[in-house]
């Protein structure tokens, strides 16, 4: 199976940058997506294939994907973004391969 | 916009089977060209994927899962089911219904998802 390793929190300044990681083995040659799950809620993808938002996802939100990392960036991070993120990957023997999610916390 | 609805019973007995519906309002499965995917979440856990269905039956399954499971459709009704066999206290857990974009890059998003439901396994 292929593993993908995230931290298990995140802690950011109200306005600061969030970063959250995703790392797998050569991830940047994968699409990744990020979904964001508050408490009590199903989960929202917010990045799909690495670099690309939804519609209705701020512009806060992006995404990058290279070598062992992929990254989703939280900018001017508010309250309303503390959540639990979880990547995601598409891989041909498991199929779908879930990170086991960082909770986002804003201070 | 499409709404996702899963239903079933709340509480299941060990060794019993495990059986949910999703009920897809606002598309139709029927040509749609999504896939329709089972995921659950432990209590306090993470995001476990189960398996996912094509509307012309075509399944695929987590392999840690496949023994125990099947993923159905019927598109006469615009639903998809699933059963999971001889469970245990370890399948408790919110079961959600999603539906599943796949990307020409072989690789595939889930983009409208349930609201959840809580499935216990227990005597």
């Known amino acids: 199976s292929y593993e993908l390793t995230q931290p298990l929190s995140v802690s950011v300044a109200l306005g600061q940058t969030a970063r959250i990681t995703c790392g797998g083995n050569?991830?940047?040659?994968?699409?990744v997506h990020w979904y964001q799950q508050k408490p009590g809620q199903a989960p929202v993808v917010v990045i799909y294939?690495?670099?690309n938002r939804p519609s209705g996802i701020p512009e806060r939100f992006s995404g990058s994907n290279s070598g062992n990392t992929a990254t989703l960036t939280i900018s001017r991070a508010q309250g309303g973004d503390e959540a639990d993120y979880y990547c995601?990957?598409?891989?041909?023997?498991?199929?779908?391969?879930f990170g086991g999610g960082t909770k986002l916390t804003v201070l | 916009q499409v709404q996702l609805q899963e239903s079933g019973p709340g509480l299941v007995k060990p060794s019993q089977t495990l059986s949910l519906t999703c009920t897809v309002s606002?598309?139709?499965?029927?040509?749609?060209?999504?896939?329709w995917s089972w995921i659950r979440q432990h209590p306090g856990k993470g995001l476990e994927w189960i398996g996912y269905?094509?509307?012309?039956?075509?399944?695929f399954y987590n392999p840690s899962l496949k023994s125990r499971v099947s993923v159905s459709v019927d598109t006469s009704k615009n639903q998809f089911s699933l059963n999971l066999s001889s469970v245990a206290a370890a399948d408790t857990a919110v079961y959600y219904c999603?539906?599943?974009?796949?990307?020409?890059?072989?690789?595939?998003?889930?983009?409208?998802w349930g609201q959840g439901t809580l499935v216990t396994v227990s005597s």
């Open positions: 050569n991830i940047g040659g994968r699409n």
């Open positions: 269905i094509f509307d012309s039956g075509s399944a």
């Open positions: 606002g598309g139709s499965i029927k040509n749609g060209g999504y896939y």
């Open positions: 995601q990957v598409w891989d041909s023997s498991t199929y779908v391969e």
């Open positions: 999603a539906r599943v974009v796949l990307h020409r890059t072989s690789s595939v998003t889930f983009d409208s």
């Open positions: 294939r690495d670099t």
